[in-house]
């Protein structure tokens, strides 16, 4: 059975198998304790599921109603326009339908991050120039610097997910409108807000108002992480009408399904117990840090999502444990070895409640440290093609459309390999100025005509020619820093006596 089950990693090139496939791969119908999907526990209710199956067979049984009808709905839960307003068979889609329509030769991202935001722009032909997020700092994303690179690059869209995945960092509101509006005059700005649901960081995180305003950003939402119903494939995007009426011009019909029409309309009655389900998460979230931060040599790191983004001790093969956990102890877990930017020495681990964080911490003490509490289990021999991440691990962050690396740009000199330090406390954040002013940006720099004029980020000034690598060649495992950073308090907690609006609130 664990050779069943822990081949289908190695089968898998960008994610992690299905759940479904996982049950099928066990053979007596249960699956495992899931901490890879990141789903909310909580809901819908018991109550909401009782409901649900007894309408099944009318659910599926009968079409939809049109796409229209379903948004409208959503719209006026929401209180947003309709006009402003477009809904994917769930936010792959809508990701596929910003590349095609909207992403016309380049697109920014920071990695690691969703795997969707590098691979499906490589597809269609686009240069993707991705900056590097450094483990020295906490994975934390700098604006001003992304913004010199998106600037160094000449690239025309640009995306930031927030909080980010698989990390959980986050960006405060008055900076994410700061940094739209330095980009005004780029082709498009994306901001995905796909687990902001789960931030408790701000009282109100979203720029979905400020998005509607703007003619060249889109704000993309998830609906099946926060509602806890992955397999129903349904999110949203907000954007200024002429913006998502294009988006919206393009799809089908009938792309949503009958159970995503049933549940949107029954969310309305549910809206306390949906804002209580949040915060339940928010608690998990603080108790499965401080126990996961208690276990010797394993860093976790500050998160906004329903997730934590640990490092493993050092000796640690992220695909052992992800195996072992499976087959010995029925705990799925996400390695992240095949994410750019990332490595196999980085697991991402869903918030779950306290009685499966028990479960998962007992598991890994066996797995790290056996008998000897603190004896990390080895890496992989030299050569192994063991990892579902192999040739992921050392993917080059490219800013080509997939295709293998130039050899002239393998001069660059590799850094050595960074060594551990213990984790250090980090300052507090910056108090949010009343009435904060446009980011300054650097002016675009002038292509030099030789490549002895460097930017600060290794690579000579101006767009950056097709399948040269992002920061002078360095592989995703390179991307690591050397210190950790202590799990960072909740601040705040929504209403939980009335339906969140569109802003999170």
């Known amino acids: 059975m664990a050779e069943n089950v822990t081949s289908l990693f190695r089968s898998t090139a960008a994610h992690s198998p299905s759940m479904a496939a996982l049950t099928r791969a066990v053979g007596d119908g249960a699956g495992p304790i899931d901490f890879c999907i990141p789903v909310n526990p909580y809901f819908p209710t018991p109550g909401m599921w009782d409901e649900m199956s007894g309408r099944l067979r009318d659910i599926i049984t009968y079409y939809p109603s049109s796409a229209d009808t379903i948004t409208a709905e959503l719209c006026n839960l929401l209180q947003l326009p309709p006009q402003a307003v477009a809904m994917g068979n769930g936010s792959t889609e809508l990701i596929t339908w910003i590349d095609h329509l909207l992403v016309r030769e380049s ?116 609906l099946g992480k926060n ?116 490595s196999s020495r980085f697991l991402r681990l869903v918030v779950r409640p306290q009685t499966d964080v028990r479960r998962l911490v007992s598991a890994l003490e066996q797995v790290l440290y056996g008998t000897r509490r603190g004896a990390a289990v080895p890496e992989l021999a030299t050569g192994t093609s063991y990892s579902s991440g192999t040739a992921a691990v050392d993917r080059l962050m490219s800013n080509g459309v997939g295709m293998p690396l130039a050899a002239q740009a393998m001069a660059a000199p590799m850094p050595a390999a960074p060594q551990p330090v213990a984790p250090q406390p980090q300052p507090m954040p910056m108090p949010m100025p009343a009435a904060p002013q446009p980011m300054p940006m650097p002016t675009p720099m002038p292509v030099a005509p030789a490549a002895a004029v460097q930017s600060p980020y290794g690579v000579p000034d101006g767009p950056t020619p097709p399948g040269v690598p992002a920061r002078g060649g360095l592989t995703a495992a390179q991307v690591r820093g050397t210190n950790g950073l202590t799990p960072a308090p909740a601040q705040g907690w929504p209403n939980s006596g009335a339906w969140p609006n569109a802003a999170g609130a």
């Not at 700092?137 to 025309?156: M, N, P, V």
């Not at 329903?306 to 877990?333: K, M, Y």
Request: proline share 6%.
């Open 107 to 222: 697109l920014a991202i920071p990695v690691p991050t969703f795997g969707r935001w590098t691979d499906q722009p490589m597809e269609t032909g686009k240069r993707v120039d991705m900056f590097p997020l450094q483990e020295s700092s906490g994975f934390a994303l700098d604006l001003a610097q992304y913004a010199e690179f998106i600037r160094a690059r000449g690239t025309r869209a640009a995306v930031i997910c927030n909080p980010n995945n698989p990390d959980g960092g986050f960006l405060h509101k008055h900076a994410v409108v700061q940094f739209m509006d330095a980009m005004a005059d780029l082709d498009l700005v994306v901001i995905d807000e796909s687990f902001l649901e789960f931030a408790d960081a701000e009282a109100e995180p979203s720029v979905v108002q400020e998005a509607m305003l703007r003619p060249n950003v889109i704000v993309l939402r998830s």
């Open 227 to 342: 509602f806890g119903l992955h397999g129903i494939r349904f999110g949203y995007m907000v954007a200024n009408p002429a913006l998502a009426g294009r988006v919206r011009s393009m799809l089908p019909k009938w792309n949503l399904n009958a159970f995503a029409e049933y549940v949107v309309f029954m969310l309305k009655e549910h809206g306390a117990e949906y804002a209580q389900s949040l915060q339940q998460v928010y608690r998990d979230r603080l108790d499965m840090s401080s126990q996961l931060s208690a276990l010797p040599g394993l860093t976790v790191y500050p998160s906004q999502g329903n997730f934590l983004f640990v490092r493993l001790p050092v000796g640690a093969e992220g695909t052992v444990v992800r195996d072992r956990l499976l087959s010995e102890h029925r705990i799925l877990v996400r390695e992240c070895g095949n994410k750019i930017g990332s």
